[in-house]
């Protein structure tokens, strides 16, 4: 049994951090801090969790976990992840502070200067295992790179394709539970709304880690639709040799074969399937007569593209099963 | 470890049944039954269930199991059940086939002759749980009746109230998996519908539960709203006395002590604070200078309203931790 | 050709306001004004009104038109209104600040002092068609009341009932352009709210029209539910003789012969036959074994339930055509 | 005053027809066909169109009309269109049988041999205004195809882009009135679900018009969205050259300039901002580092998609106002 922290539990990846360890036999949620909250119930602010004794901690100044997940947002991570690392504690980070190998990317598409960069692996554990294995720093991948790099990934890994159109969608909660006019109810519902169409931050962390591989030409837009969870991200790959449906959803089905988490499935990706789950599942590898072949990937944008890959790396770190607390399909419908 | 059958395996709470039986550690579900899909995959129908090897059976004329859900349409179950009792397999039933004391009742608002009554215990745990641990076929209510009851019952065992107008709302999935105009995507996005009005077959069954403790005066009238999963119950009780939502609440609160589903909740319930799970959340309990209160139930209609209720009862059968399986809180946002 | 003015033009009435005036031939909108988007176009507020060269005012301090759409705040109409009166225009208030002929019970409900009381007529055409042609200070009805009064009316009119159980479903454009937690999309998408259920300050508006015909014991709560525009309304009317369904349609037809835009409809009204236009719906007339009657109702908040009803009544105010500017079918689906 | 004529008239595209010609000045609808309902009144199928007295007729065969619209399926139109025109009648076909130029590429791409091959006029004003005015059979074109040509003509036309790849968002009544599993709510709600991903029967058909002015390298993938009106087209285009933001807006505004029905807007289109009406807004003209724009276009897929623009075709054909009957703004919120 280990201890763990959530700083910034307020929100909807708090949130799901505390329904997913709930469920988890080796982990104990120790403290929960929220400025806004801070002495409330938890159970006041997240409805479903009518449970739990936990109250809102005003910080983990005085606290100690043997894990703790930075659920701030980009900037505040920065400030308080040092003193916890400083402090002995192990981290995963699910802002965008460490995710870049290059400080200046970060800045540049941020717009923050950085004020201390730190070692951190990325933690896509498709790509990063052995390294999560061994860190004390994690950074947990952004929503839309998660989807997309293990949409793109084998055909990059196989260089069978460098030049790749990705058309994201994505449901409301990827935009935090903070009201905006954006997210106002009759603005978005019947609506989709493309947004930071060629200056989303997530680009350069799909670059990145794409480019590990082999270098890629690759042009990211998200779109807001009217879903509560849920990313399907849409790759448009110009391949470079003539493959046909059954043979790339082989290549597929061998890169990721063992992958306790990716699914690669013989109907279309819907997001019903993977609804609170840890589940990526990929599917579709049809291509037309432009040699364009598209791979649909979909997930949780809250739990394989937040906090349950958050707890999947916890896992990997802490020596567990990579499935524990993670081992239960979808909510469909 | 018991050995479970699931007949009806290819509509929504077949699909709940085998997606929270999966996570249950003292069951194994050794047979899933479809005639339209006999012989496919469940993986096919159910695009979230991926990892289970089952296929659809035609029937379970030559299989066995200790326990099994009989997740068949009104009509289809009086044909299967008596044959499986004989058998000597014990049977929660979700139809409602066997839901009815009075059989005259049943055949007049559900309009078919019955073929053959057979004892059975109203799976409402709140009520029958003694009855349920010892019988052999356990009628599960139907959902609405169990959001209904339960926001009524303590007013009715207290004799509190006697006069009541219950105005739910369902989530659409309660109508089933087959598309109908009704549940056309377009027709009812955007939409609320009341339906069956005044002749909702559930009525009588919200009667015959309450009536145990004290006569009742009571009128049912369910809606549609677009919404995937859920049952809000909103039930205007005419109150004997005066009594202040401090009182109610409390009267609730210890009504309900103990029982391991049943949450009386501070705030309004709302319906994402249940989903997915087998919790009831009630509260409000507001009362207007009519002498009006107002109590106010969550569910999800295919958990607590139909698949987790028939594993909950499946645990008090069969002598294990009631909470077995289902032991983890809503899904929000 | 008259002259009109919207002050509070960049919410959602106002909107609703500026594109069905552009749809009516004998009014042309000389000033639209907006504290927080003054010296801004429309457009860049309303998307969908791209073809106007208006741009919004800081105020009306220095105009003139013929008549004034206050679609301000509780509270703010109340500042603006008897100056506006006083220079000679004629007002239509959208807001609450007049509808109550008893300043006591606005100041209870609204708990608001109020500044300056003055004599306004109840802008609900069905009832007050003859004040209205002569009033120069018109209070349009509140959105709930619009559909509440018009399902009940008949009944009390002719004494058949006096006991409701008012149970509203609404639309979330009904809680305005201000972004707030519960319109927040992951809130209330998937979800309904029972909000201010014996406390919301339509009841008094609802009790004191119907009250004009005769008392009546009426509890009224509303529901938030997912849907951009409408309010249905389920009005549980406990009858005081023996009437079945097609006695009762047939006192509705009769009772609104000749009203432009209330229809007696067959089937059960629903939303998406009045979207976007200015008619009610009203259907079921279903009565069960408790003589409860089930009226239900089905309006657009803003066209009926706010704006439309406030063109309504401009044209009678100014001897126009009722149905001038209004004169389209709903938009199905 | 001319006389209209709707084949097929129950489904949307027919109620669309209905609800835009109630509001044109010039043309009375004299019959409306429908095998299904044939007899019954339209208002039973329409549930906004109370205030008709039409009932559905069987069939035109012994009717007469100046114009008809067929809102018939594939297949179906050419069984009745040959006659329609030798009977003097001139048509307005809403199916895709008259569509393409070279006949094996409709029989290729729709599986349906040609019984009767016309000439007929590609009805997309914005290409084919002056022979629209002279036709006597205009093949109004896709829904996907409008939006989709719409926001490439101007790269296409000033020779800026040749590879384009489009991802299109449908609302659900795209799929028309007919019940499927694809559109039972519990399925498409809160789910985005990618379809004919590479064959869509409007690839050739976008291809066909683009190709007129430019030989195009063009690939076309559909999205079911959870929307009930709306195509949003997302066309990312690699450009020959290297231009800024503002100089392709100006260019696009250049293009459309005068057009009636083409806003090329400041902000971001949407869905909602052109809801109901026959408005088709094209904007973003974002270009990122890989010279890939993107060109954003929103339309209401049964307005501009299919029956607004009908209307507009016969407006052109009978020498009408171009917009008459379509002169009102979207829907917003």
């Given at each position: 049994?280990?201890?763990?922290?959530?700083?910034?539990?307020?929100?909807?990846?708090?949130?799901?951090?505390?329904?997913?360890?709930?469920?988890?036999?080796?982990?104990?949620?120790?403290?929960?801090?929220?400025?806004?909250?801070?002495?409330?119930?938890?159970?006041?602010?997240?409805?479903?969790?009518?449970?739990?004794?936990?109250?809102?901690?005003?910080?983990?100044?005085?606290?100690?976990?043997?894990?703790?997940?930075?659920?701030?947002?980009?900037g505040?991570?920065?400030?308080?992840?040092?003193?916890?690392?400083?402090?002995?504690?192990?981290?995963?980070?699910?802002?965008?502070?460490?995710?870049?190998?290059?400080?200046?990317?970060?800045?540049?598409?941020?717009?923050?200067?950085?004020?201390?960069?730190?070692?951190?692996?990325?933690?896509?554990?498709?790509?990063?295992?052995?390294?999560?294995?061994?860190?004390?720093?994690?950074?947990?991948?952004?929503?839309?790179?998660?989807?997309?790099?293990?949409?793109?990934?084998?055909?990059?890994?196989?260089?069978?394709?460098?030049?790749?159109?990705?058309?994201?969608?994505?449901?409301?909660?990827?935009?935090?539970?903070?009201?905006?006019?954006?997210?106002?109810?009759?603005?978005?519902?019947?609506?989709?709304?493309?947004?930071?169409?060629?200056?989303?931050?997530?680009?350069?962390?799909?670059?990145?880690e794409?480019?590990?591989?082999?270098?890629?030409?690759?042009?990211?837009?998200?779109?807001?639709?009217?879903?509560?969870?849920g990313?399907?991200?849409?790759?448009?790959?110009?391949?470079?040799?003539?493959?046909?449906?059954?043979?790339?959803?082989?290549?597929?089905?061998?890169?990721?074969?063992?992958?306790?988490?990716?699914?690669?499935v013989?109907?279309?990706?819907?997001?019903s399937?993977?609804?609170?789950?840890?589940?990526c599942?990929?599917?579709?590898?049809?291509?037309?007569?432009?040699?364009?072949?598209?791979?649909v990937?979909?997930?949780?944008?809250?739990?394989?593209?937040?906090?349950?890959?958050?707890?999947?790396?916890?896992?990997?770190?802490?020596?567990?099963?990579?499935?524990?607390?993670?081992?239960?399909?979808?909510?469909?419908?």
């Amino acid at each position: 049994m280990i201890s763990a922290g959530i700083i910034g539990a307020s929100g909807y990846t708090g949130g799901e951090l505390l329904r997913l360890l709930d469920n988890h036999s080796r982990v104990e949620v120790v403290a929960a801090t929220s400025r806004q909250y801070s002495g409330l119930p938890v159970s006041r602010v997240h409805p479903h969790l009518q449970d739990t004794d936990l109250k809102f901690e005003e910080s983990m100044e005085k606290m100690d976990a043997d894990i703790v997940f930075t659920a701030t947002p980009h900037g505040a991570s920065m400030k308080i992840v040092p003193d916890l690392l400083e402090r002995g504690m192990r981290v995963v980070d699910l802002s965008g502070d460490y995710r870049f190998q290059n400080i200046r990317t970060y800045e540049e598409w941020y717009g923050i200067k950085h004020e201390k960069p730190l070692e951190a692996v990325y933690g896509l554990p498709e790509i990063h295992r052995e390294e999560i294995a061994s860190a004390d720093l994690v950074a947990n991948p952004g929503c839309f790179p998660t989807g997309a790099i293990l949409a793109c990934l084998p055909l990059v890994y196989e260089k069978l394709a460098d030049t790749f159109i990705i058309d994201s969608k994505t449901g409301v909660s990827g935009a935090g539970v903070k009201p905006t006019p954006l997210t106002h109810y009759p603005e978005c519902s019947d609506n989709v709304t493309a947004y930071n169409v060629t200056r989303h931050r997530h680009t350069p962390e799909i670059r990145q880690e794409l480019s590990r591989f082999n270098p890629v030409r690759l042009s990211f837009t998200p779109h807001l639709v009217p879903v509560t969870r849920g990313i399907l991200t849409t790759a448009h790959a110009f391949l470079n040799e003539d493959l046909r449906q059954d043979e790339l959803r082989e290549i597929f089905r061998g890169f990721y074969d063992g992958e306790p988490f990716v699914r690669v499935v013989d109907g279309m990706p819907v997001l019903s399937a993977v609804r609170g789950s840890n589940f990526c599942h990929i599917g579709c590898f049809e291509v037309d007569d432009n040699q364009r072949a598209v791979i649909v990937s979909a997930i949780d944008n809250l739990v394989k593209g937040a906090s349950g890959q958050a707890i999947q790396n916890m896992n990997i770190m802490c020596g567990f099963s990579e499935v524990e607390g993670l081992d239960f399909p979808g909510m469909h419908p």
